[in-house]
């Protein structure tokens, strides 16, 4: 009985150690493929983008599946949960690959409301790799980013990025003591950070394949324009961004507290969009 009683406990900690390995992998990494599948996980929320539809989520992992939720109050006393399963194939560092477990008919049985479950049913399985491992190379002769307000406190800026690391950046509202015209410089280490970043964004495929399908909302507007040497240039514009351009964006509207910045009376003539949608038009 004593015996069993530690092959038991030996059994569940192992189970434990595993489940605990496979949260820290999933979560430690952005996964990405060349369809612009995406997830990215944290403690206990995941951001999915498959097949085009964008979902934020909950999740927990356990034995080898992988549950994404939805929970939420029914006349706001009773609890509700709708979830979807997935098998864990291959879980590495650089691999991540997860197949449904549930089908379509026990989905249409469940009658889901909340949970957009129709991305998950698309594939037989899904192959992502850690985002550092697809790289699209960006040789960059000026990057420029605009951001407009939204229904609240969001930074209207714009910031454009030569190769050699001149920073010209104008504060609209909401950037508090950064409203104006500064400008900067990137040290060698920063823009090899910021290669290093472009290069992972897959800008190449997102400006040939991806286009916002939702509609116009609340949040702020983001414009990206990256002239490449050769004369070819990538526009991206858009409200509601595939979440593989969130650290990027962060980087740009972050960018007075990443270097120090100058006032000037010079009024930067910024790069703007050519793309009607989502385009931020007041800039001076």
């Known amino acids: 009985m004593k015996n069993l009683l530690i092959i038991i406990v030996l059994c569940f900690s192992l189970t434990v150690t595993a489940q605990i390995k496979d949260s820290l992998l999933l979560t430690k990494n952005e996964w990405v493929n060349k369809n ?3 997830l990215r996980f944290y403690k206990d929320s995941v951001v ?6 964008k979902q934020e989520l909950l999740f927990d992992i356990k034995n080898r599946k992988l549950s994404f939720k939805v929970a939420y109050y ?20 650089n691999k991540l690959v997860i197949a449904p477990i549930d089908k379509a008919e026990e989905i249409k049985i469940k009658n889901y409301h909340r949970l957009n479950t129709t991305p998950f049913l698309k594939e037989k399985q899904y192959i992502f790799y ?6 699209s190379k960006i040789n960059f002769k000026k990057v420029t980013f605009h951001a407009s307000t939204c229904f609240g406190t969001c930074p209207s800026m714009s910031v454009e ?4 690391g001149t920073v010209y ?5 909401f950037t508090k003591k950064f409203t104006g015209n500064f400008i900067g410089k990137l040290s060698p280490k920063q823009i090899y950070a910021l290669r290093k970043m472009l290069n992972r964004s897959q800008l190449r495929v997102l400006d040939q394949q991806w286009k916002q399908k939702t509609k116009p909302n609340d949040t702020p507007r983001y414009n990206y324009i990256v002239e490449l040497y050769g004369g070819k240039i990538i526009e991206i ?12 964006s962060e980087y740009f509207l972050h960018i007075p507290e990443i270097i120090d910045l100058e006032r000037t009376n010079e009024k930067h003539q910024f790069e703007e969009s050519h793309i009607e949608n989502y385009r931020v038009s007041y800039i001076k």
């Open 74 to 93: 029914v006349g706001g006393a009773s609890k509700k949960t709708e979830e979807f399963n997935f098998k864990i194939k291959q879980l590495y560092k």
């Open 169 to 173: 950046y104008q504060g609209r509202i």
């Open 161 to 164: 990025i030569n190769r050699d």
């Open 48 to 53: 999915s983008n498959l097949n085009e539809a």
């Open 130 to 135: 850690n985002r550092g491992q697809l790289i």
């Open 237 to 248: 514009n858009t409200n509601d961004q595939h979440p593989i351009l969130d650290k990027l």
């Open 36 to 38: 612009l599948d995406y």
